[in-house]
């Protein structure tokens, strides 16, 4: 219990054998269910957790029969906490890279009642140019701007992480079965979590690398991937929120930004054409090209300063 509120800690692991028994014996005292996902892990997870169940009376483990994705175990632990009168349920990875010292801090929000969803922030940390390798960072930083696009939480940042503090009400109001079952997970959640107008917080913690950790993730195939994903996420977003359960001009300048940056590529490309074809650039194209880009920056950013406004109160 902390502060009153049973608390449950979600750990997805695979292949996980070296790192888990390590996780499970360092969990706080205030920790009331260890909720362990193996999902079919390769190695011996499998046995590791058999044997450390034995000893551990707050470990509760799952086994999923065939391999679901981070995603896909985190939604299964989430279920059994909503259906198991859990208060707050905290993401911890089955690698060790949380660290337990930062879990007050996480819950602290959520606790208090002050939002309904923390995060662990590592890019505002002091360390986090030195700590965090460079490749990482770049991919988190470019996830981080398009997630804040996407999710309407333009105060939230290193929109990656996996270290997260949920409360009751909305482990009932999201539907598990559709958040998104791989890496992309944390930022398909902030996404769902705005559209039902939940409060989120980031909480600054320090980057843990090198504890014995391997990771599975590729960062450039993940950043593409996710990039796609929060192009999807976005455009359901403004149907959701600001079409179906309420209206907001900002989705028209949204779609005028987009259509006028059409415009404008196909102007500058027959500039450019013509430039290159006739040594000249022709007086009405190169005046349509300037009022269509204008256009097209003044109505992205009206959307988005809207955008801004209407979640301001989100924080
Ligand atoms: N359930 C499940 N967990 C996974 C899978 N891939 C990674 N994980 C877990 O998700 C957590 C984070 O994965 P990791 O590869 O370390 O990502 P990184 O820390 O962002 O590099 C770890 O606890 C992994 O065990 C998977 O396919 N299924
Ligand atoms: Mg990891």
């Not at 997870?45 to 169940?53: Q, W």
């Not at 509760?60 to 065939?66: A, G, L, S, Y």
Request: net charge neutral; charged share 25%.
């Amino acid at each position: 219990m902390y502060k009153e509120k049973r608390i449950s800690v979600v750990v997805p692991a695979y292949n996980e054998e070296t790192q888990i028994t390590k996780v499970v014996d360092s969990m706080p005292a205030i920790v009331d269910d260890i909720v362990v996902i193996d999902d079919c892990s390769s190695d011996k997870t499998r046995e590791v957790l058999v044997a450390l169940k034995e000893s551990h009376d707050r470990l509760r483990v799952i086994f999923h029969e065939v391999n679901q994705g981070v995603g896909g175990a985190i939604a299964s632990g989430y279920k059994w906490s909503r259906d198991n009168d859990v208060d707050i349920a905290v993401v911890m990875a089955g690698d060790g890279q949380m660290d337990p010292k930062d879990l007050p801090a996480i819950l602290d929000p959520v606790a208090d009642g002050e939002v309904d969803y923390s995060k662990a922030n590592r890019l505002l940390s002091e360390g986090a140019i030195r700590e965090i390798p460079k490749i990482r960072l770049i991919g988190n930083t470019i996830l981080s701007f398009l997630t804040k696009i996407a999710s309407g939480y333009w105060h939230i940042s290193d929109s990656q992480t996996g270290y997260t503090a949920i409360n009751k009400e909305a482990l009932h109001v999201i539907d598990w079965d559709k958040m998104y079952k791989r890496y992309g997970q944390p930022n398909d959640l902030l996404v769902r979590l705005n559209v039902y107008k939940f409060k989120v917080r980031d909480v600054i913690t320090r980057p843990v690398y090198n504890v014995g950790e391997t990771s599975k993730l590729k960062v450039r195939k993940a950043v593409f991937t996710i990039s796609r994903l929060l192009l999807r996420l976005f455009l359901w977003r403004m149907k959701e929120k600001y079409i179906f359960r309420d209206f907001h001009i900002l989705v028209c300048f949204y779609f005028l930004g987009f259509f006028m940056t059409l415009i404008s590529t196909w102007l500058f490309g027959r500039l450019v054409y013509l430039w290159w074809l006739e040594g000249y650039a022709p007086p009405m194209t190169s005046l349509a090209l300037m009022f269509s880009t204008t256009t097209a920056l003044n109505s992205t950013f009206f959307a988005m300063w809207f955008d801004m406004e209407a979640n301001k109160n989100l924080r």
